[in-house]
């Protein structure tokens, strides 16, 4: 199956804020974006779309049949870390997850193992309904899981990998 994964447009946050679950809106219209984007699919694909703002309303300017929401392509829940600058965290606590990244989950929040679970859950039904291709509008971190199960990398291999924001990447699974 052909994946076309992709990240939606900058939203309107300060940098150096933690953000993941967080439902931020887009900083800019992303009707542009969405002309850029759709430009680089092909036609007829069902789409998929986590239910967060930012990029749910990418998938509904991109002129494709309806977005199917789907919880399970939303970015990682940084729990109380979330909308807080990375530098008030504080280095203990970023130390702890920096030791184990892949386990370790913020107060109140879901660990890159559980990230991981959930978005391979995700593939597996899309799988069980044969498309032979699709598109999901989604998160960095959900398409770090996608790119890295496709490619069969370690965790310390993907979990490092970047997207820009209304970036479009293509994966075989």
């Known amino acids: 199956m052909q994946l076309y994964l992709i990240r939606h447009p900058p939203p309107d946050v300060a940098a150096g804020i933690c953000y993941g679950a967080t439902d931020l809106a887009l900083a800019a219209d992303p009707q542009a974006s969405a002309a850029a984007i759709h430009a680089q699919l092909p036609a007829s694909l069902p789409l998929f779309s986590s239910p967060l703002r930012r990029c749910l309303h990418l998938a509904q300017k991109l002129p494709m049949q309806p ?35 892949l386990h370790y989950a913020p107060p109140g929040g879901e660990s890159v193992s559980a990230l991981r679970q959930r978005v391979l ?8 309904q044969r498309h032979a291709a699709a598109a999901l509008v989604t998160h960095a971190g959900v398409m770090k899981v996608i790119s890295g199960h496709a490619q069969n990398l370690p965790p310390a291999e993907w979990m490092p990998l970047r997207f820009a924001y209304g970036g479009v990447v293509q994966v075989t699974l």
């Open 121 to 128: 859950h995700f593939l597996a039904e899309l799988a069980s």
């Open 67 to 101: 977005a199917t929401i789907d919880p399970r392509l939303a970015e990682m829940n940084f729990g109380a870390w979330e909308m807080r600058a990375w530098t008030d965290i504080g280095p203990a606590a970023l130390d702890a997850w920096a030791a184990d990244p």
